[in-house]
């Protein structure tokens, strides 16, 4: 597609559980961004990719929280043992490359309602 | 760390009418970049103008135009002629070689017919 794509759009599940959201960036981007956004809150940053290197994890709000990237490919945001709190909109976006101005190209997000 | 900040939680402007959206932030670097986004009720996120910090000339995408003061580190946004379809929340946002994309909280705008 032209466009990030993320699935599942919107997703209920019980605390407790695991849930694993899904992003597929535009193709040839290296750099990959999750956000969380609470209701009527900005963007909470949570890690980035940057093709090959170590990604930065210093937003994960705790261990709960993880996320792989194979190379410029798909990436999955999983969430252990889901809360109450975990209940907000996740945001994927992909640049070409990281810090040069480039734009960021948002998906529409993962809305995680945990019951 | 970088921060920015946006302290108007909430704006309303009537429609055709022009109206400026405040942002600061914090950086101790010298090159970085500026942009706003917006988000309407769709969820998507969509570039609405960007700024390099080296260069002095305020940026301008047709309606939108922007304030740039780097000694006072704000940068403000212009919306001139406000169309309903303005009606979003704009997030300010900071970059720079080194680090990621950090944002505001966000400002709600509404567009009053």
């Known amino acids: 597609g032209a466009g990030v794509s993320q699935s599942p759009s919107n997703k209920v599940t019980e605390k407790g559980k695991d849930v694993e959201l899904r992003c597929d960036p535009i193709?040839?981007?290296?750099?990959l961004y999750w956000y969380r956004q609470r209701l009527g809150q900005g963007l909470e940053f949570l890690i980035y990719f940057q093709g090959n290197s170590a990604p930065d994890k210093s937003g994960l709000p705790s261990d709960r929280f993880s996320a792989e990237r194979t190379g410029e490919s798909v990436s999955t945001l999983t969430i252990q043992r889901t809360q109450q709190e975990d209940s907000a909109v996740y945001l994927c976006?992909?640049?070409?490359?990281?810090?040069?101005?480039?734009?960021?190209?948002f998906g529409q997000g993962t809305r995680l309602t945990v019951v | 760390a970088q921060t920015v900040t946006q302290s108007q939680p909430e704006m309303s402007v009537q429609e055709a009418e022009t109206v400026t959206l405040s942002c600061t932030y914090d950086t101790s670097e010298n090159n970085y970049y500026l942009f706003w986004y917006k988000q309407p009720p769709s969820r998507q996120m969509i570039l609405v103008i960007r700024q390099e910090a080296y260069k002095q000339q305020n940026a301008t995408e047709n309606r939108f135009s922007v304030n740039f003061q780097k000694a006072a580190k704000s940068f403000s946004l212009k919306i001139s002629d406000s169309q309903l379809g303005d009606t979003a929340m704009y997030f300010c946002a900071f970059e720079t070689s080194g680090s990621r994309l950090t944002f505001g909280e966000g400002t709600q705008l509404t567009v009053n017919p």
């Open positions: 193709s040839g981007h290296t750099a």
């Open positions: 976006a992909s640049s070409p490359v990281r810090g040069a101005g480039t734009e960021a190209f």
